[in-house]
């Protein structure tokens, strides 16, 4: 026992002396509570244009089962993000990827190679497919799909971020993960743009408020989380870019 309890220490110091070395050219993924059984994980990506910009999935957790929705941006934060789950005690039961970009799908080979269950819907599975990219082990078709007993449950709006982005809608907790279709408040532009249905986008968020009611809290594929106004945002920042 009292082996570990030298070892440990110094293992912990070695991690914190790489990542300080890493952090040069690596901003850490982070994890921090939404809501009872709710984890924001944000991962970060540098691009030359427009610096750090952050991507967010979540971790339900139910009864120390956990399921990730959308895999962080990169291979080495999605082991991070592994390692945090198993530190938690919690079984890692799959994960479900929000659309074929690689800010929810970039972990899925790893995932995969850890025979941790992978879904996709089949829409962005062909794409995943066509483009020669990871497949999720699993997809399914039609517009909605329930997992971790029905407390993680994906749904098809139609187009807009994307031709095949979905939300997740966790029941329990009236959250809204948005994904990429829906834009938070600190966004007042469309973001990426080169696969999107522009003309189809406010439809697919109308028919998110429709089908959801009352949303307690919205989680945005990127930027911080809000409330439901955060679609009526996404509405406006929609129009405004249609009319230019
Ligand atoms: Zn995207």
Redesign the pocket.
């Known amino acids: 026992m009292n082996k570990y309890l030298v070892v440990l220490p110094l293992l912990f110091t070695l991690a914190v002396c790489q990542h300080l070395h890493a952090n040069e050219v690596h901003k850490p993924l982070r994890v921090e509570p939404l809501t009872d059984g709710v984890y924001v994980h944000t991962s970060y990506k540098h691009f030359e244009r427009s610096g750090w910009i952050d991507s967010n999935g979540l971790v339900v957790v139910h009864q120390d089962q956990a399921f990730i929705v959308d895999t962080p941006w990169s291979e080495t934060d999605t082991e991070l993000l592994l390692k945090w789950i198993a530190g938690q005690g919690w079984q890692l039961q799959g994960s479900i990827s929000t ?6 799908t970039a972990g899925i080979a790893l995932l995969n190679s850890k025979s941790i269950p992978t879904y996709t819907s089949k829409m962005t599975d062909e794409i995943l497919l066509e483009k020669g990219k990871t497949r999720a082990l699993n997809s399914f078709s039609g517009e909605s799909f329930e997992m971790l007993g029905g407390r993680v449950q994906a749904f098809y709006p139609g187009e807009g ?2 031709k095949d ?1 979905l939300v997740i809608w966790l029941p329990e907790q009236q959250v809204l993960f948005g ?2 279709l829906i834009r938070s408040f600190e966004w007042g532009s469309l ?2 743009t080169g ?1 999107a249905s522009i003309g189809r986008w406010a439809s697919s968020v109308q028919k998110v408020k429709d089908k959801f009611n009352p949303i307690t809290l919205v989680v945005p ?1 990127h930027g911080k989380p809000g409330d439901a106004t955060m679609l009526d945002h996404t509405m406006g920042v929609v129009e405004q870019n249609t009319n230019k």
């Open positions: 659309h074929f970009h690689d800010d929810r971020h994307a982005n994904g990429c973001g990426f696969d594929g």
